[in-house]
């Protein structure tokens, strides 16, 4: 339950001006209380047709420049559905959700590619195995086996030896939010929520506490 009951001001876990620097100190509990992935969100994307998808994805980084500049950074494979929609879009949400906290922040934004060193550097912090399944995988696509797919990780591990470059079709992604919900678990379902909202993505961020 949240420790803030005052209208007026956010206190306790919900203070702060900068949305970013509280997310970053939600994930930071949570890192310390969640058994497994605190970094997991449920991404939400749409189609061509304006049908929603959402899946788990890990978030690798909450940028935060400490003025209430920021982003959300996670990587993928740029020709899944989550990286063709997100390019047909130019738009996302996502929500994290920590059962051990009865914490959620949910977050909604236009999405920008991170491709550079900053991409770069994140693959070679991965795993060897994980940089071959990066090229290995037509994420998203038909796959006739388990088998085949094992049988294209040799294939690149025998092509690009222990040090496989990035994948031009591999890399991150940005969100840039123009509205981010804290959201509090409370007694009797009398939840606490705090939106920041700003317009497209800079400025100032206003906040208002919300109905549960």
Request: charged share 25%; net charge neutral.
């Amino acid at each position: 339950m949240s420790d803030d009951h005052d209208d007026s001001i956010r206190t306790g876990i919900f203070a702060g001006e900068d949305p970013f620097v509280i997310a970053r100190r939600w994930l930071a509990e949570a890192e310390e209380s969640e058994p497994n992935d605190p970094n997991a969100i449920a991404l939400a994307t749409v189609d061509a047709e304006g049908l929603p998808n959402v899946r788990m994805v890990l978030l690798k980084d909450i940028e935060s420049q400490g003025n209430g500049d920021g982003a959300f950074v996670f990587y993928t494979n740029y020709g899944s559905r989550k990286g063709t929609e997100i390019e047909g879009a130019g738009k996302a949400a996502f929500v994290m959700h920590w059962k051990s906290l009865r914490r959620q922040i949910r977050v909604r934004g236009t999405v920008t590619r991170e491709e550079g060193p900053r991409a770069d550097a994140y693959y070679a912090s991965r795993s060897l195995q994980s940089r071959l399944g990066a090229w290995a995988s037509k994420q998203s696509q038909p796959l006739e086996s388990r088998g085949a797919l094992m049988a294209e990780v040799a294939k690149m591990s025998l092509k690009f030896g222990i040090n496989p470059p990035r994948p031009e079709f591999w890399g991150g992604f940005r969100l840039l939010p123009v509205e981010i919900e804290f959201w509090a678990d409370g007694a009797f379902r009398l939840h606490d929520r705090f939106r920041f909202t700003r317009s497209q993505g800079t400025g100032r961020w206003t906040n208002i506490r919300l109905n549960p």
